[in-house]
Every structure is written in C-alpha cells, then in structure tokens.
C-alpha cells in the first residue's frame, strides 16, 4: 500500500489547485484527487456563452496570471484552459477520474480515502470540491407546475437553443448573476422571457470610468475578513446579495421582482408583501413554457462523516477548518474568510492563510 501522504486535496478545480500551489511551497507530500476527465471540465461544463463577471486582473490563481487584458471577461473555455494550464506549469500532483465516495478517520489517527480509483490514505485533507455542484429549486412550487412544462436547472444547460426558440415563452426563476445573463441568451433565441425573482441590485460595470471590481477591491469590500467584525456582519446583513457589472435587462424581458409561490390554472402566484397576491398570465397564448431555475447550489458532502456537518449539510468550521477535525480544511465556500472566497481571485489567499496557518497542514 502507498505511503500515508502528508495532505489529500479532495477537488482539483480552481480551490483544489490554489491549495495545491502552497502545499509544494511548502514541500509537502500531497496528491490532489478529481472526479473530472480533464482539469477546468467544471468551466467547461457550464453553459455556451458564459462569460466571467469578473475581469481577468482578479482572475488569478497564485503564480501565474491569466492571459488577455486586465479588463478582459473571459469565457468559461478560456478560465478552463487557465486552469488546466496552472497545474502543468507547477506540476501539480492531480489523479483524474478518480471519485471519492469516503472519508474516514481511522482509529490510528489519519483519513483513508475511498475513491472509484483506490483507496488513499492522508494525514490531512483539504475538501475542495466547490461550492456550485448540488443544483437546487424550492421542490413544493417546482411541483405546483404541469408535467407537460419542462423544467431545467441552470447548471445542466449547455446550448440555450435546444430548450427555447421563438414558439416558446421561458420562465426564468431567479435574478442572480445566471438567471440575468441566461435571460439576456434565452431572449436571442426569440423565445420570450419572464424573468422572476426578489430584486437583487446590480451594480453597474463601470463606475467614474473603473471596472466595478476596481472599486470593490480598492475599498477593501472583497476582502474583508468575514469571520471577523465588522466583515462577519457585513455579509449577515446580505451585502453579498448584489450582482456585480451584468448587462441591464432590455425591456423585451418581462420582469417579476417578487417570488412565485405557486403555479394555478395558467397563472402564477406571487408573493407580495402588501397587497393580496397578484396573478400573472404565463405562458402567453399558444406558446410552449419552459421553465429555468436559476435558484443556486446546496451544499451535499454524502462521503464525510455525518459529524462534520449540520443537518442542511454544512460543514462545521472555524476560520475555514473543522471544529470536529481539525486536520481537515474547507476551500472555495462562499464567504469562508472573505467575500471572494468562492471566487478565482479570492481563493488564492486563502489557501495560502490555510496551509500557511501553522496547523498540520
Ligand atoms: C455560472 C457560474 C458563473 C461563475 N462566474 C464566476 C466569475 O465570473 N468569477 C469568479 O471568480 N467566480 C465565478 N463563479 C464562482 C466560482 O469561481 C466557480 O464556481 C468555480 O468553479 C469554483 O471553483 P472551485 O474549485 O471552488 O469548485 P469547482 O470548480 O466546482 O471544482 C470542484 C472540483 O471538485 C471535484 N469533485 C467534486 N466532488 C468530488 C468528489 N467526491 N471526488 C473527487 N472530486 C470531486 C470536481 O470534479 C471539480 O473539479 C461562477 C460560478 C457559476 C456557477
């Protein structure tokens, strides 16, 4: 059996890597582990037409800079690529096609690691496996709509033309970053689009002629400690709900800034604070509806053990390590140390503070 390694990687995407960086820094004994075929296959996999909301001068992972201008939004194959590029150049350790279903602490004191490739075993592990995997919708109003309406989850739509067109009327439910721009790629088929959903702010791209990211970073807003005050009640009161430099909405997409509750006789039902709620015809007459749920990710760790988590399966941490386990880190969730820690621009620092910490790792 292959020696104990010093630290298991769990995710080789863009936290997985970055962790991957600071661990050869470091000159550990470490192996990253990835279910994907090739590196960036997560970027890869999202829908045609993406385009990054952030500019490329907050695109890079420690070391080694994307290609294109400071100001570049790249597409999701060229983030990929980066990506895929980033362990080449550091010769970073990656097993592929290589699942893990498994993790355990064995009575000797280090993790085995179950994988549909081997078993591995770790004194340390670092769980990388990204914060937008498990697709989510509220199941209760999703099953209030007719089975003859289709309905997709953003995450599994690659080319919007082979769900919408022009005899269809798409509803789109959540006004987030996807939902907008899916709305916007949805519209170019000729379908219509509603587009549904609490109002969230969309700060505009460019701001006294800056990138709005300029201004985020220059004012210390991405990177303010979130498990310190005053970051930590900065993002309780939902200073992250804001999307950040999307295209506005043309006025071809119809817009609902309230949530739909449930759907009834061809008409939906929308929740509103102060009035009886209103009901809004859709689809229009003689129209297919199709619906996409741009409604986010949940977190889902079937393969740790139970204790590490709460009962809506989310890990347990202090500063970004288990308080069941210490060995074991968490990368690339949402807020973990600061604002952009789930983004490629933030991940970097903290996987340096995590496997710089002067813990095990
Ligand atoms: C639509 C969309 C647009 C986004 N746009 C931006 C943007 O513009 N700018 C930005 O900075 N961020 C953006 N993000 C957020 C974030 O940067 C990405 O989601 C990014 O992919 C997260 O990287 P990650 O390494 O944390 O996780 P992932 O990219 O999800 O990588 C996790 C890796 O873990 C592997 N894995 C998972 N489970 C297992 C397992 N059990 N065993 C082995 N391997 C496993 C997967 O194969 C995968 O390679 C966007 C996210 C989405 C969903």
Redesign the pocket.
């Known amino acids: 059996m292959e020696a104990i390694k010093h630290t298991i990687v769990?995710?080789?995407?863009?936290?997985?890597l970055a962790a991957g960086y600071y661990l050869r820094q470091a000159g550990r004994d470490f192996l990253l582990?990835?279910?994907?075929d090739r590196i960036g296959?997560?970027?890869r996999n999202?829908w045609d037409g993406?385009r990054?909301?952030?500019p490329q001068r907050y695109?890079h992972l420690p070391g080694l800079a994307p290609a294109g201008g400071d100001w570049h939004l790249p597409d999701r194959h060229e983030m990929a690529d980066y990506l895929e590029n980033y362990a080449r150049h550091f010769t970073l350790p990656v097993h592929l096609q290589?699942?893990?279903v498994r993790a355990q602490k064995t009575p000797a004191g280090h993790w085995t690691i179950e994988?549909t490739d081997g078993t591995f075993r770790a004194h340390n592990l670092v769980v990388?496996?990204?914060?937008?995997?498990t697709p989510w919708k509220p199941s209760a109003i999703a099953d209030s709509f007719p089975a003859e309406i289709p309905q997709y989850h953003?995450s599994g739509i690659k080319d919007v033309a082979t769900i919408a067109g022009p005899d269809t009327d798409v509803l789109v439910i959540g006004a987030g970053?996807?939902g907008r721009q899916l709305s916007h790629l949805l519209l170019e088929t000729g379908a219509g689009v509603t587009l549904a959903g609490p109002g969230v702010a969309n700060l505009p791209r460019n701001f006294l002629s800056k990138d709005i990211y300029w201004w985020l970073y220059k004012s210390g807003m991405m990177t303010l400690r979130t498990d310190r005050f005053p970051g930590k009640v900065m993002i309780q009161k939902g200073a992250g709900d804001v999307t950040v430099g999307e295209p506005e909405l043309p006025a071809a997409i119809r817009r609902i800034k309230t949530e739909i509750v449930r759907y009834h006789a061809g008409t939906l039902r929308c929740k509103c604070r102060k009035t009886a709620p209103k009901p809004v015809l859709w689809p229009a007459a003689g129209k297919q509806g199709v619906i996409v749920w741009c409604t986010g990710y949940r977190n889902a760790y079937p393969?740790l053990p139970a204790e590490m988590l709460d009962e809506v399966q989310t890990p347990l941490l202090a500063s970004g390590q288990s308080t069941v386990y210490p060995e074991v880190s968490f990368i690339?969730l949402p807020n973990l140390l600061r604002p952009n820690s789930?983004?490629?621009?933030g991940?970097g620092e903290d996987a340096r503070l995590l496997v710089g910490r002067g813990t095990r790792l």
């Open positions: 769990i995710g080789a995407g863009q936290a997985g582990l990835d279910a994907n296959d997560n970027w999202r993406l990054l909301f952030s695109n290589c699942t893990c994988t990388a496996t990204g914060a937008y995997r953003s970053a996807s393969w690339g789930s983004l490629v621009g991940v």
